[in-house]
Nanobody, 118 residues
Framework: EVQLVESGGGLVQPGESLRLSCAAS????????MSWVRQVPGKELEWVSS????????YYADSVKGRFTISRDNAKNTLYLQLNSLKTEDTAMYYC???????????RGQGTQVTVSS
């Protein structure tokens, strides 16, 4: 059974940082491109970032470019998202998925909440 388990969310102030993790089990992470998406209650899923299976290619939504960094450790079967210079508009539930540059995916984790508030 494929499982994606996110962690690392929390409540921070604007300008602060968080590092999200996504632990994968049930499949070999290095075979798949992976993504992070986010969702605010009442709104549609928003694609945030994607990374190729090797980690050599990354893409970011314009809203997070220059502030967020996606990475992966295939040996640990784990995906990461470093969130810097957080803004209140980054508040959302963040999910890791096996999608590519969109919100479409076969598998998605249960999410981790990021709240940015002063």
């Amino acid at each position: 059974e494929v499982q994606l388990v996110e962690s690392g969310g929390g409540l921070v102030q604007p300008g602060e940082s968080l590092r999200l993790s996504c632990a994968a089990s049930g499949f070999t992470l290095n075979r798949f491109a992976m993504s992070w998406v986010r969702q605010v209650p009442g709104k549609e899923l928003e694609w945030v970032s994607s990374i190729s299976s090797s980690g050599g290619t990354t893409y970011y939504a314009d809203s997070v470019k220059g502030r967020f960094t996606i990475s992966r450790d295939n040996a640990k079967n784990t995906l990461y998202l470093q969130l810097n210079s957080l803004k209140t508009e980054d508040t959302a539930m963040y999910y890791c998925t096996d999608g590519w540059r969109s919100t479409t995916a076969t598998h998605r984790g249960q999410g981790t909440q990021v709240t940015v508030s002063s």
